[in-house]
């Protein structure tokens, strides 16, 4: 990366795990080689040692595990003195030169190739959701010390395919940027089937061949997978140490696991992050099965008090069971509350939803979530009328059914400052919209949602 880059992440504080270039395949076993690695490494860990925010130089991505995992000796036919001196040149590279080379000119800590052999005290790529067929609370059960790559596919946003000229879903130029093969799934196995079959355990599948549906329900399944990842992950009590998920962005208008698309625009998947690792906010702690456990978060410099207000409520909003707990949380620091058995709390669990609220002293509302007990799919929503009203910049939502998933969609390319949120009933949301041309007005919006027959009203 560019000078600029580290500077950028110097002022804001963020941490880079920065790898040596080499990832998924073996590296030459000549001198010459060895010796011209050593040079390109010395010049880039000189440039870029004195940044505070690298954290991490990492030898490379997916070598070892590849070597001894993924069947490459039988795959191109190396065995024995061929097999040992492919070996050796790895270990020469990654485990001498690199290293040494780091220790003598750079402070940071040098790790040689993720994820590690040693999953129980190292980071680990999981990906049990996607390349397996593993549901989300594999997320609670795999993952080593520091999960390092998980993810799910979606499409990009429509105003990014129209711009790329791809206008229906069968077009060839999209179905080219499907490049994920599964073969030892099934022959023929690709990320549209994959894609297909976790929206199925999710959402449900996608209208055949409709293109905004595929959009809609590919970005709303990676958005649930990442969530309940990063939220398993945070309230794991210490197991996970670390939890980066693949992928940010695009370098093309591709079908992939990014959040951020090519053209710069947020997936739902994105704005899902966001709120997952909300620096003051409460969570869920999904594992826990015998009761009710509510995690507040304080990620700041100051303590935190107030009131965590639960509820289940039907879909209609009628409060089922509630129950408030008070809470005083020290800075950088977390909170687990224990409500209740959760056979207290799942009560019809297909027609109900589990609501939190987290409040300051004075009584200002801090996060306000919600959560479905079972898969989208699984849940007998009520049909919604979504009223919309336009404000200065953005509109104001309100509906008198629960939606677990609402995504606005306007006519021009902007961001919005939330999407793919839950709307509880009888509680309005304000959501602000940043168009690309600052010039353009809003013009029409319409939403999106899993529930049956939605009816928006408004703009």
């Given at each position: ?381 009520l049909s919604p009328k979504i009223r919309l009203q336009p404000t200065g910049n953005g509109c ?64």
């Open positions: 990366p560019p000078q600029s880059f580290f500077e950028a992440c110097d002022e804001q504080g963020l941490l880079v795990w920065q790898d040596f270039m080499f990832a998924c395949t073996m590296v030459p076993t000549d001198d010459d080689f060895a010796q011209n690695v050593r040079l390109e490494a010395e010049e880039q860990v000189l440039r870029l040692r004195h940044h505070p925010s690298l954290v991490l130089w990492c030898g490379n991505n997916e070598m070892d595990r590849a070597w001894t995992s993924w069947g490459w000796q039988d795959t191109y036919n190396l065995h024995g003195i061929d097999s040992t001196e492919v070996y050796q040149a790895y270990l020469r590279l990654f485990q001498d030169i690199l290293p040494d080379l780091v220790d003598h000119e750079s402070p940071t800590q040098y790790l040689p190739t993720s994820p590690t052999l040693d999953s129980r005290s190292g980071d680990e790529h999981a990906w049990g959701v996607w390349f397996g067929l593993e549901d989300f609370s594999y997320y609670s059960r795999h993952g080593g010390r520091f999960v390092s790559e998980y993810g799910l596919q979606s499409l990009p946003n429509l105003h990014t395919l129209s711009e790329a000229g791809i206008s229906h879903f069968n077009d060839e130029a999209l179905q080219f940027r499907q490049r994920s093969k599964m073969d030892w799934l099934k022959p023929g196995f690709d990320g549209w089937d994959m894609m297909k079959h976790f929206m199925s355990e999710s959402t449900g599948a996608p209208k055949h061949h409709d293109l905004e549906d595929w959009i809609f329900k590919s970005q709303v399944t990676q958005a649930e997978g990442l969530r309940q990842a990063l939220e398993r992950h945070r309230t794991s009590e210490g197991r996970f140490g670390g939890s980066l998920y693949w992928s940010l962005n695009d370098v093309w208008p591709a079908v992939s696991w990014s959040t951020i698309d090519h053209a710069g625009r947020w997936k739902l998947g994105h704005y899902a992050a966001k709120r997952a690792n909300a620096s003051q906010t409460v969570l869920w702690q999904r594992h826990r099965v015998d009761s009710l456990v509510m995690v507040v978060f304080n990620d700041a410099a100051e303590a935190l008090s107030g009131r965590l207000s639960v509820a289940v409520c039907d879909f209609a909003g009628d409060t089922i069971r509630s129950q408030d707990a008070e809470f005083e949380v020290e800075p950088m620091s977390s909170l687990p509350i224990s409500m209740a058995s959760m056979a207290e709390w799942r009560i019809q669990p297909k027609d109900s939803y589990l609501s939190w609220m987290l409040e300051g002293k004075d009584n200002a509302p801090i996060v306000h979530k919600s959560a479905l007990w079972v898969p989208f799919n699984e849940a007998n929503l104001w939502l309100e509906t008198q059914t629960y939606v677990p998933v609402a995504q606005l969609l306007a006519d021009i390319p902007g961001r919005w400052s939330d999407n793919g949120m839950t709307l509880e009933p009888h509680t309005r949301l304000t959501v602000a919209f940043d168009p690309e041309d600052s010039l353009a007005g809003l013009g029409e919006v319409k939403v999106l949602t899993l529930n049956p027959e939605t009816l928006n009203g408004g703009l």
